[in-house]
């Protein structure tokens, strides 16, 4: 992956490329970054809205986003906003009962 | 419906008694990330808030009857969540009789509600009318974190970008 590719990516369409000459010098300020030091960190002064991840950062996602289990996301797409959230909280609930489960089990050993 | 205990969270009725007193909010974070369809566990709700005085205000009259409280911190303090608190703070990690809840008045990749506002969505359902950030920008807040924790997430996130655009 490029510099430029990854910076296209991390941006996802909220402006367009090149639009104007201080979007692209704030890039490039970006890259240079990342050329000199390897670093997440912007070099803009002031700039706290750096959307770059470190590269190496950026091959781990890319090998998460293969294995993410896309039929969980788009079961979850086919119900309402509200429900989405009272799915999450029964299984938040669930994850409890298991954990507290777990933990009764390893003190009844003891 | 049972009444809360704080143990599980209750996103929706925290959601609703922020909204029901009127406080400007944007869901973030975990939740955020459900609400586009994330299958990811999160147990508490993050928001960012405006700091307008009579904002923290609404913040700290929706919540004192929530018990809200320093998570993790020993009990017994004094801690109080009224508006001196508020202004004299900017992020709070709480827990509540409704959940765990941040309140953040600054994001890493976001300096405040008003400069987030533009990057998020209206949603409107079941009488519930709230502030979620948009998924473009979630992916860039989580980038700005730049918190190992959220790779997977990320990955996740982006997945769901994808099929978006499909």
Sequence with gaps: MTFASLLCEVEFGQQPLETDLGEREKRETVINSFVKSGSPESSVPGDKTSPSLPLACEEIVNLYLKDVDRSLIRENLLLSYTDRLRRLQRNVQAANAIRGAGVRAVKSQR | ?166
């Design chain 2, 1 to 166: 419906m049972n009444a809360p205990t704080g143990d599980v969270p209750d996103f929706l009725r925290i959601i609703r008694t922020l909204t029901d007193h009127g406080v400007e909010f944007i869901v973030v974070g975990g939740v955020a990330a459900n609400l586009f369809g994330s299958a990811r566990l999160t147990y508490d709700l993050d928001i960012v808030y405006s700091r307008k005085e009579a904002n923290l205000r609404q913040i700290a009259k929706a919540l004192e009857n929530a018990n809200p409280y320093l998570r993790g911190a020993p009990l017994g303090l004094p801690f109080k969540l009224d508006l001196r608190t508020l202004k004299n703070g900017l992020n709070f990690t709480l827990t509540t009789d409704l959940g765990p809840i941040d309140l953040l008045g600054e994001v890493p990749g976001a300096r405040s509600y008003e400069e987030l506002l533009n990057d998020s969505i209206e949603i409107n359902e079941q009488d519930l009318t709230f502030r979620c950030v948009t998924l473009p920008r979630l992916i860039q807040l989580k980038n700005a974190a730049g918190r190992p924790k959220d790779l997977e997430s990320l990955a996740e996130l982006r997945a769901i970008l994808e099929d978006l655009d499909k």
